[in-house]
Every structure is written in C-alpha cells, then in structure tokens.
C-alpha cells in the first residue's frame, strides 16, 4: 500500500514536472521489492528492480535538462514519428518476449500475458517520461485501461482504485502536456519567424 501510494505520488509530481517524480518512484520501487521479497515473489523483485534502473536514468535526464523550459521546469514535446515506432516496435516486442517468459516460468507471474503488458508497458510510459514525451500519458493510459479491470476482476480492490486514480491523473496529465507542448511549439514557431525591416525588434 506504501509503495504504490508513493508510486500515485510520483505520477502527481511528473504531471507537475517536478525532478522529484524520479526519487518518488526510485523510493516506490525500493519498497515494493522490499514487499515482493519478504513473500518470496522473486518476479515482482526483478520487475521493481528494472523500474528502479529506469528511474534512476529518468533521474540523471531530467537533471541534466532540467532548465530547458522558460519557468525552470522540464519542456516537454511531441514524438516524432521515428520515435513512436521505436516505443511502439519496442513495447510490442518487449511484451511478447516478457510474455513467453513469464508463460514458461510460471513463478514469475500469475497472470503472463496481461501482466507482461503492464509491466512493459510501463517501462515504456517511464522511458518517454524520461525523454520529455507527452506520449508518456498515452502510454500510461493504455496500461490502465488492461490494469484497472484485471485487478477488480482479480479480487486486488486496493490495486484497481490506484489504477482509477492514476486513470485520473493520466487525463490531467496529459491535458496539461498536451496544452504546455502546443503553447512552447506556438512560441518556437513565433521567434524564427524573420524581424521585418523597419519593424521594432
């Protein structure tokens, strides 16, 4: 309960673009291993152990680019087209080789196929998180849209209502985004246009 409500915190913090989204879930992460752990689930250690690497290079991106907004905070973009294909090629191939390990070490999973989804899926939304991606709210949107129903219909209550709460964070989030993305584009798009001659600079 204490991991993932660090983990709904972190989510809150990386809408808000704050660097601290990153030791939030490094935090989150290092909780849920100790919990996985101490009940012998030796698959959710190694799943948390990946999203702690992954937040750790979140970490190191957002501060070495943290000033590259006006206001100090992380800008944020659109993918371009090459950059979906890799996350999509990627999380798709990623799930189907997670998946069948999962299916062949049944220790790993309970629940292979949805479970490889999610966890790939969200080490893909905490990769274009990472990068500054507004498609990281996509991303996460998909995983809730398997996580949320999987985890009501498999009796886990506390799991589903994070799941609705990070549903309801993803839409803020990504409105945010979104709109803060079209704003800094609007504005890029304003300052290379050519100064007039005459016109005060």
């Known amino acids: ?35 996985y752990a101490s009940a012998h689930l030796s698959g959710g250690v190694g799943k948390q152990l990946l999203v702690i690497g992954v937040a750790l290079w979140g970490w190191r991106l957002w501060s070495n680019g943290k000033q590259q907004a006006q206001d100090g905070s992380i800008a944020v973009r659109f993918a371009t087209w090459k950059e979906r294909g890799i996350l999509l090629g990627g999380t798709a191939v990623g799930t189907l080789a997670v998946g069948v390990l999962f299916a062949a070490v049944p220790a790993l999973s309970w629940n292979p196929w949805p479970d490889a989804y999610i966890f790939v899926g969200t080490l893909a939304a905490m990769v274009a998180q990472a990068r500054g991606l507004v498609e990281f709210w996509f991303a996460w949107l998909l995983v809730d849209v398997v996580g949320v129903p999987l985890a009501f219909s498999s009796g886990l209550a506390f799991s589903g ?36 001659e005459g016109a005060p600079a």
């Open 1 to 35: 309960m204490v991991g993932n409500t660090i983990g709904l915190i972190a989510l809150a913090l990386g809408w808000r673009r704050s660097i601290w989204t990153w030791p939030a879930q490094f935090l989150s992460g290092v909780i849920l291993v100790g919990a």
């Open 161 to 196: 209502l994070v799941y609705v709460i990070y549903l309801a964070l993803v839409l803020w989030g990504m409105r945010d985004w979104w709109l803060r993305s079209r704003a800094v584009s609007s504005q890029a798009a304003q300052s290379s246009q050519p100064v007039m």
